[in-house]
């Protein structure tokens, strides 16, 4: 009976684990430390321009660990100092916000489709937490190509946008 149960139990993992290809998380070309070389927005005419909201100066840093887990924080240098460290004023705060974009959480690779998805669990915005972000991967030696579907912007600008990151180093 024992032996039944074994074999069972090792045919039912084969059955799960064998056949299409699943996301993965480890093994995988992203896994490192990346830093934003630029942004590329397309505008319906054909030329590229810059991210609205982070500017043609934009900065960041991305990482995927073996573990499936993942972060990046994205800013615009140029945002303006609180004028009152202690008491900046509305539109201070609304400027620093708009200009910084973050989160965390887990992700998963699906090679063969030739993307990635993130599962946000810490955020900036709180209604990015849970959420599924799909990014199309580009990966050529050390420079990754992320794109993530057309999105409105914080400005309301309709984006369709890819960041360019250059790899800082493996993880």
Excluded at 150 to 164: A, C, H, I, N, Q
Aim: some cysteine; overall charge negative.
């Amino acid at each position: 009976m024992k032996r039944a149960i074994v074999l069972a139990a090792c045919c039912c993992l084969v059955a799960l684990t064998s056949g299409s290809e699943g996301p993965s998380t480890g093994n995988n070309n992203l896994v490192g430390l990346w830093k934003l070389v630029r942004i590329e927005v397309r505008r319906p005419g054909g030329q590229i321009t810059t991210d609205p909201d982070l500017g043609p100066h934009a900065m960041g840093y991305i990482y995927y660990d073996a573990t499936g887990h993942m972060g990046v924080q994205l800013m615009n240098p140029d945002r303006p100092n609180w004028k009152d460290e202690d008491h900046p004023t509305s539109d201070e705060v609304v400027a620093a916000v708009v200009g910084y974009g973050a989160y965390s959480g887990t992700y998963e690779v699906h090679e063969r489709e030739g993307y990635a998805v993130h599962h946000p669990q810490l955020s900036l915005d709180p209604n990015e937490v849970g959420q599924e972000f799909r990014r199309r991967i580009e990966l050529k030696d050390d420079e990754l190509r992320l794109t993530p579907p057309p999105y409105k912007s914080w400005k309301g600008e309709m984006v369709d946008e890819t960041l360019v990151w250059e790899r800082v180093r493996p993880l």
